[in-house]
């Protein structure tokens, strides 16, 4: 079968990686892609959102599958845009439709589905720039800390957790009046805070039947005991210590049944991922958000402890064949540490020579922002590298994958020494 992996970062990496190992693997290509992923298949520099770039593409490499990363080509359609062309009607796309793809599009819409099908979630309400008085007046019926989430697609900086309430005012005008966030924030979701602790549990569905992917947990923060500005994630681990199996019970028959109920219900078509933000509070698990595609940096920590052929997989979902697919999934812990660009999140530098790659003898290499200068493999974002090791132990991954870092190393270097100390 010849694949098409579309995206440039760790998340397609480990795509690209664990899809090459099937032996019904034929060929490969990766849009963009990075300096990892042309070791192991062949880039092609095609934007995730040109469609007909991509169409032309998979006719002239006789692709059979595209496996879609990032949420941008998913919101914007790639799925309708494949079953609406008779050329590429019959090519499997692992990722759902536009409309399911406004769970992740939408903070407003996915509340309303949670409302819906009895999801059990966090209080909201959403406001726009016509309403941003009433917004205000809401933030003062709420007891701090206070959220703003933009409704769309921010690149995972539209969250603001804020615990003065005046400041929480002034970000809600800035967000509304004077467009913070761009497009995004044309409207604001106010939500209630719940106080626990975050896990990210990840469903393969056909959209009837659906798999449970092992779960994770990351870190956002730039700075060591989560300080700092968010990030697009610092490191993960899997599974989640305190995903007992009672816990998880309460997940799957709380949460992800009547999500994927929900999507049969109101006749969604999704063939992919869904990743499900969840919150521990006490004993029981409320959404933070959906994803409509697998996270990064989780998806370095979860891919790998997937013991059955991930092609096979995608092709039983493609097929809606997913039940006749047995999940395997190591026991070992997975830990993946990210190296970022100095200055990350705000301003970095690019074209920094990376050293040490090939000193790498144990554990994966997931590259993330890096492209080539002549032969030399150099930085080409925020989030550069992600290392992940598999032991019995979470900490013992963890050791290793420090063990693994301290060999790489580029201009001004970053990586939070912390990954896991809250567990």
Known sequence: MNILVLGSGGREHTFTHQIAKSPQCNALFVAPGNAGTARIATNLKISVTDFQSIKAAVLTHNIEMVVVGPEDPLVQGI????????????????????????????????????????????????????????????????????????????????????????????????????????????????????????????????????????????????????????????????????????????????????????????????????????????DDPFVIEYNVRMGDPETEVVLPRIETDLLELLEATARGKLDSVTLRVTPQSAATIMAVSGGYPQAYEKGKPIHGLDQVEQGMLFHAGTGFDAEQVVTSGGRVLAVTSLDADFRQAIKKSYQTLSKISFDKMYYRKDIGFDL
């Open 79 to 282: 799925y309708d845009f494949f079953k609406g062309d008779t050329q590429l009607s019959q090519v499997m796309i692992i990722g759902p439709s536009a409309a399911a793809a406004a769970l992740e599009g939408s903070k407003e819409r996915a509340k309303e589905f949670m409302s819906a099908h009895g999801i059990p979630t966090a209080a909201y309400a959403s406001f726009t720039r016509e309403t941003l008085a009433q917004g205000k007046a809401f933030l003062e019926t709420l007891n701090p800390p206070y959220v703003l989430k933009a409704d769309g697609l921010a690149a995972g900086k539209g969250v603001l957790i804020l615990k003065d309430l005046d400041e929480a005012k002034t970000e809600l005008e800035a967000m509304l009046a004077h467009a913070k966030f761009g497009a995004a924030s044309a409207k604001v979701v106010i939500e209630e805070f719940l106080d626990g602790i975050e896990l990210s549990v990840f469903v393969l569905t056909d959209g009837q039947n659906y798999k449970v992917l092992p779960t994770a947990k990351d870190y956002k923060r730039i700075g060591e005991g989560d300080q700092g500005l968010n990030t697009g994630g610092m490191g993960a681990i899997s599974p989640v210590p305190f995903a007992t199996s009672e816990f998880m019970e309460k997940i799957e028959t709380r949460i992800v049944k009547p999500t994927v109920d929900g999507i049969k219900k109101e006749g969604l078509i999704f063939q992919g991922f869904i990743f499900i933000g969840l919150i521990k509070v006490g």
